[in-house]
T-cell receptor, first 111, second 114 residues
Framework: GEDVEQSLFLSVREGDSSVINCTYT??????LYWYKQEPGAGLQLLTY?????DMKQDQRLTVLLNKKDKHLSLRIADTQTGDSAIYFC???????????FGPGTSLSVIP | DAGVTQSPTHLIKTRGQHVTLRCSPI?????VSWYQQVLGQGPQFIFQ???????GRGNFPDRFSARQFPNYSSELNVNALLLGDSALYLC?????????????FGPGTRLLVL
């Protein structure tokens, strides 16, 4: 079946690193995404990784993929108050196929 | 370049009514998908359309229907609205093929059913 799981809440201090974890069940997911959603807003694509990659770094964001364990993580370095939002892990088989989303992790950054 | 646009931004309806939501994809994108996001949950896939044909359908009742027009814009229709249909409805577009890597989401239409 298709399922994506995430922890629901994470709280970090400003300046620390945040690590948001995700597990997925569908091994045919080729595209693995991280989306950010601020209160009352739509979805913002933060980054993505292909299933044949282990790691991707994009400025303060680092994505790690353990395909064997079907585990994906998002690390945000030097977390800022503006990073407070809900972060969704998601997967899809192709770039245009349906995207299966996790329940979202609410990140709170304490000043 | 304009991103994915959706209209209206907000909508209030009563139970039993019908609603039509609209989406304009990014220029050149031929695939449009619809998602429902209930408060506190992740988005759930409703439909995907490509070149005016339905390519995928999620686990939603027949009260939900959609179509795609020759200019690739799309409408989502929901009949006989229920309180549980209150949600943020998101549209996403994709070139569907080629080198592009992802779908791009619009800001959503927030529907409240009273």
């Amino acid at each position: 079946g298709e399922d994506v799981e995430q922890s629901l809440f994470l709280s970090v201090r400003e300046g620390d690193s945040s690590v948001i974890n995700c597990t997925y069940t569908d091994s045919s997911s080729t595209y693995l995404y991280w989306y950010k959603q601020e209160p009352g807003a739509g979805l913002q694509l933060l980054t993505y990784i292909f299933s044949n990659m282990d790691m991707k770094q994009d400025q303060r964001l680092t994505v790690l993929l353990n395909k064997k364990d079907k585990h994906l993580s998002l690390r945000i370095a030097d977390t800022q108050t503006g990073d407070s939002a809900i972060y969704f892990c998601a997967g899809g088989k192709t770039s245009y196929d349906k995207v299966i989303f996790g329940p979202g992790t609410s990140l709170s950054v304490i000043p | 370049d304009a991103g994915v646009t959706q209209s209206p931004t907000h909508l209030i309806k009563t139970r039993g009514q019908h609603v039509t939501l609209r989406c304009s994809p990014i220029s050149g994108h031929k695939s449009v998908s619809w998602y429902q996001q209930v408060l506190g949950q992740g988005p759930q896939f409703i439909f995907q359309y490509y070149e005016k044909e339905e390519r995928g359908r999620g686990n939603f009742p027949d009260r939900f229907s959609a179509r795609q027009f020759p200019n690739y814009s799309s409408e989502l229709n929901v009949n006989a609205l229920l309180l549980g249909d209150s949600a943020l409805y998101l549209c996403a577009s994709s070139p569907a093929g080629g080198k592009e890597e992802t779908q791009y989401f619009g800001p959503g239409t927030r529907l409240l059913v009273l």
